[in-house]
T-cell receptor
Framework: QQQVKQSPQSLIVQKGGISIINCAYE??????FPWYQQFPGKGPALLIA?????SEKKEGRFTISFNKSAKQFSLHIMDSQPGDSATYFC????????????FGKGTRLHILP | ETGVTQSPTHLIKTRGQQVTLRCSSQ?????VSWYQQALGQGPQFIFQ???????GRGNFPPRFSGLQFPNYSSELNVNALELDDSALYLC????????????FGPGTRLLVL
C-alpha cells in the first residue's frame, strides 16, 4: 500500500520556469510533510517542510502548498535553475511516533539551460 | 558540526553472505534511522534506534538487524544476502525521538551478485 503518491515521475522545465511536483497522502494521522532533494551519489537533503495547520510555506524560490481537505500537497520551484536538476521526494511522518518517514517514489527534475 | 557519515561507500557481496554497514550520527543526535533505497525508488524505512534501543521497524525480515552504540554510532547487519538486497542503504540521524527532521548520510551502495 503506497501511502504517499507522487507525480510526475519525471519533469523537464526550461530555465526560469516554474517546476511543480504533486503529492497525495492517505493517512490523516500524518502531521509532518518534508520535501527532500537528492543529487546522484548523495543522500537526500531536507529542502523544506510543512505542517497541516499551514496552507503555504515559502523559503526562497521553494514553496509548499498544502490542501488538508484534499490530502494533497505540492512543491513549486520558482525561477528554476540548472542547479535544481535532481530527484525530489515528498514524504510524510507522524510526530512522536517512531519517526519513520514515508517517501513518495520521487520525481526526476531536469532544468534545461 | 559534522554531518552524518557512512562506511563503506560501496560494497560487493555474493548471495548468502553477511554484511555490516556503519553510520556515525551528526553531532548531538541520539536517534538513528536506516532506510533502503532501491534504484529509482524512494527510501524505505528499515528501523530506528533511540538511545541504543530499537524504537520502530518497517516491513523488513529479521535478517536485517541493527545496533546503536553509546556514542550513538550505528550498524546495520544483513544476513543471508539476497539479490534483491542490492540497494543504497541510508542512515539518518535526528536530535531525538519525536524530532521529525532527519539528516541523511551519503549512503552505502550494496551490490549482491
Amino acid at each position: 500500500q503506497q501511502q504517499v503518491k507522487q507525480s510526475p515521475q519525471s519533469l523537464i522545465v526550461q530555465k526560469g520556469g516554474i517546476s511543480i511536483i504533486n503529492c497525495a497522502y492517505e493517512n490523516t494521522a500524518f502531521d509532518y510533510f518534508p520535501w527532500y532533494q537528492q543529487f546522484p551519489g548523495k543522500g537526500p537533503a531536507l529542502l523544506i517542510a510543512i505542517r497541516p495547520d499551514v496552507s503555504e510555506k515559502k523559503e526562497g524560490r521553494f514553496t509548499i502548498s498544502f490542501n488538508k481537505s484534499a490530502k494533497q500537497f505540492s512543491l513549486h520551484i520558482m525561477d528554476s535553475q540548472p542547479g535544481d536538476s535532481a530527484t525530489y521526494f515528498c514524504a510524510a511522518s507522524i510526530s512522536n511516533r517512531d519517526d519513520k518517514i514515508i517517501f513518495g517514489k520521487g520525481t526526476r527534475l531536469h532544468i534545461l539551460p | 558540526e559534522t554531518g552524518v557519515t557512512q562506511s563503506p561507500t560501496h560494497l560487493i557481496k555474493t548471495r548468502g553472505q553477511q554484511v555490516t554497514l556503519r553510520c556515525s550520527s551528526q553531532s548531538g543526535h541520539n536517534t538513528v534511522s536506516w532506510y533502503q533505497q532501491a534504484l529509482g525508488q524512494g527510501p524505505q524505512f528499515i528501523f530506528q534506534y533511540y538511545r541504543e534501543e530499537e524504537n520502530g521497524r518497517g516491513n523488513f525480515p529479521p535478517r536485517f538487524s541493527g545496533l546503536q552504540f553509546p556514542n550513538y554510532s550505528s550498524e546495520l547487519n544483513v544476513n543471508a544476502l539476497e539479490l534483491d538486497d542490492s540497494a543504497l542503504y541510508l542512515c539518518a540521524s535526528s536530535l531525538g525521538w519525536g524530532h521529525e527532521t532527519q539528516y541523511f548520510g551519503p549512503g552505502t551502495r550494496l551490490l549482491v551478485l
